[in-house]
């Protein structure tokens, strides 16, 4: 009777065993079902507009005129420029560029998700027709946009990198607040960039979409997870991008394709409406580190008009969250000297060589345009600010929030180590640590197999509670305007390491963690003899594992845009900005990509 007891219960749980394993079978089935649909409806969606014969010059951008945002405003106002015939143009450069060529997955950046060429067209029409005064021509009259994947708008999908999001029932049906706002300032959604999977990662890469390339070297990446936005405005095929911000998803794209990202503070600008990449769009890490919307473009001056064209009332009634705090138009006019101050390094990852470089000839130039800069000393360092950040996002331990976002879906290999460390058991975790670097094993205890205790949790809070202001008594003290420091540590990442490297993108953190505005500008490509990453250069404690990927990614960088950042206290973004176009203005970065031009080796 015994064995007849055993025998049965061996039986059920191998039953139970096999309808699991079916269930993930018939799942991945119904996802890649999903994925292959989408996917043939956006290669066969027809075009109308570039369809017609006097317009057909889809292998060929010879002579296309690119104008930035602000300029297409003017254009367009003063009737000097057809809105549709400039949608057409850019519309064939998007098709040229932006998408894999004919088909060839080796050839052609894949930024683009979806595309809305033919609505752009019928609505700069319309523009076309309208009749206006100079001085009642809408802030982003008739400028062609690409709209970040994850951002609601009507008749697109919102996938966050996710197949289970690329199904018709998660189709948008209306616009969120902020596409709302932007076309009724006149602004032309015409493309769909693409993201990570589900968005965490400074790469641009997911199983629905596929893999976004750097248009500066096709073998490396545009970053993430708003890369689309970054490599669109890069190539000109759109002058201006809406991409969003949590942990540098706009300034990191931006520093890695050599453009202008800015992240305006958390409570400025409005997401509502859009989709969160977790089940059930529920993003709680949100309420404590907040998810924001920003532009990407080619001038400082671009970036101005977004943020003045969506700081108005229509924003401010219909999202309670937001500060009511319009456009402060002297703020970023202002002419006089300013008192900025610098740091080379957050003491976590020390920059290359030629990032120092860069930095410091926009120290600098500053100092020769009148301004006065000084040493700023860091309230918090890397190790501080870098830990803290991972522990709350990791608070649920086992990456399960991400997990459960995928529903069922495979996770992409560049998430692969970071789901090893995270679901090692906690028992061996101080064994671990006793024989790896000072840097993995400060990563290794920022987290929990099982996720932390509610306590814990909250003292983490209080953690960032006291290091906001240890920060904004910092900068008070110091009598700042603003704070000027590394981009990014390194130059774009080759394709595939990602995942391994996460410990690079300290920089971009603090804004986020602070709240703070914050905004990224080009200044210099990397230099043949600054190839290189050397351990005698950087401090005893950072010669590890990390340091030999970096002179890895190093190898082969020359030509690589660099940038600087920007930071400026809360609700300070007009001063953030106007330090901004100073160094755009003092550096005149010219640089162009043109790897996207050639295949991939």
Not at 342 to 367: H, N, S
Request: proline fraction near 5%.
């Amino acid at each position: 009777m015994f064995e007849l007891v055993i025998i049965i219960l061996l039986s059920l749980l191998l039953i139970k065993a096999s309808l699991k394993k079916y269930n993930r079978w018939k799942r991945k089935k119904q996802l890649r079902g999903w994925v292959a649909e989408t996917l043939h409806q956006r290669d066969t969606k027809v075009h109308k507009c570039l369809l017609s014969s006097s317009n057909s010059k889809n292998d060929d951008d010879t002579g296309t005129n690119f104008y930035t945002a602000a300029d297409t405003r003017t254009l367009i106002g003063s009737g000097k420029l057809d809105p549709a015939e400039n949608v057409l143009q850019l519309a064939r450069r998007c098709r040229l560029y932006g998408r894999n060529c004919n088909g060839d997955t080796n050839q052609g950046v894949n930024a683009i998700t979806e595309e809305f060429y033919d609505e752009a067209f019928i609505k700069a029409k319309e523009l076309k027709s309208m009749k206006r005064k100079r001085d009642d021509v809408p802030l982003l009259y008739g400028v062609p946009i690409s709209v970040k994947d994850c951002i609601a708008m009507k008749g697109a999908l919102q996938t966050g990198g996710l197949a289970c999001r690329a199904s018709e029932k998660h189709r948008s049906k209306t616009d969120c607040l902020l596409l709302s706002v932007l076309r009724s300032a006149g602004a032309l959604p015409m493309v769909r960039g693409n993201v990570s999977q589900i968005m965490m990662l400074p790469e641009s890469y997911n199983l629905v979409w596929g893999r976004s390339r750097n248009p500066w070297d096709l073998n490396r990446v545009p970053g993430g997870s708003s890369g689309g936005e970054a490599a669109l405005v890069a190539m000109k095929c759109v002058p201006l991008a809406v991409g969003s911000d949590v942990a540098g998803s706009i300034r990191i794209p931006a520093a890695f394709c050599g453009v202008i990202g800015f992240k305006p503070s958390s409570t400025r600008l409005s997401l509502k409406g859009s989709m969160r990449p977790r089940k059930n769009n529920k993003q709680g890490s949100t309420v404590i580190i907040p998810s924001v919307a920003g532009p990407i473009a080619r001038s400082v001056e671009d970036c101005a008009l977004f943020m003045k064209a969506v700081w108005n009332e229509n924003t401010f009634c219909n999202d309670t969250t937001i500060a009511p705090l319009p456009f402060n138009e002297e703020k970023y006019r202002m002419n006089k000297p300013m008192r900025i101050g610098y740091f080379f390094t957050d003491e976590w990852f020390e920059p290359c060589t030629a990032v120092k470089r860069g930095l410091l000839e926009t120290i600098e130039g500053l100092k020769k345009a009148g301004h006065t800069c000084i040493p700023f000393s860091l309230p918090t360092n890397g190790w501080e600010i870098y830990s803290l950040l991972i522990s709350i996002n990791a608070a649920d331990g086992n990456l399960r929030s991400f997990v459960e976002a995928l529903e069922g879906e495979d996770m992409v290999d560049s998430y692969r180590p970071l789901y090893s460390a995270a679901n090692l058991p906690n028992i061996i975790r101080p064994v671990i640590k006793q024989f790896i670097d000072k840097r993995r094993a400060t990563l290794l205890a920022c987290g929990r197999d099982g996720g932390i205790s509610s306590y814990d949790f909250w003292q983490k809070c209080a953690e960032l509670s006291i290091m906001k202001n240890k920060w904004d008594d910092a900068v008070r003290s110091a009598n700042i305007d603003a704070i000027i420091f590394p981009a990014l540590p390194i130059p774009a990442l080759p394709h595939g390491i990602a995942g391994d490297f996460t410990a690079a993108f300290s920089y971009p953190f603090i804004a986020n963690m602070l709240q703070w505005p914050a905004g990224v500008v080009p200044v210099s490509t990397i230099r043949c003899d600054e190839q290189h990453y050397k351990l005698e250069d950087i401090p005893i404690d950072q010669r590890d594992h990390f340091a030999m990927i970096a002179a890895k990614v190093m190898s082969g960088s020359e030509g690589l845009p660099i940038g600087v950042a920007i930071m400026t206290r809360g609700f300070k973004d007009e001063t953030c900005l106007r330090v901004m176009k100073e160094i755009e203005s003092i550096v005149d970065f010219r640089p162009e990509p043109k790897a996207y031009l050639r295949k991939v080796t």
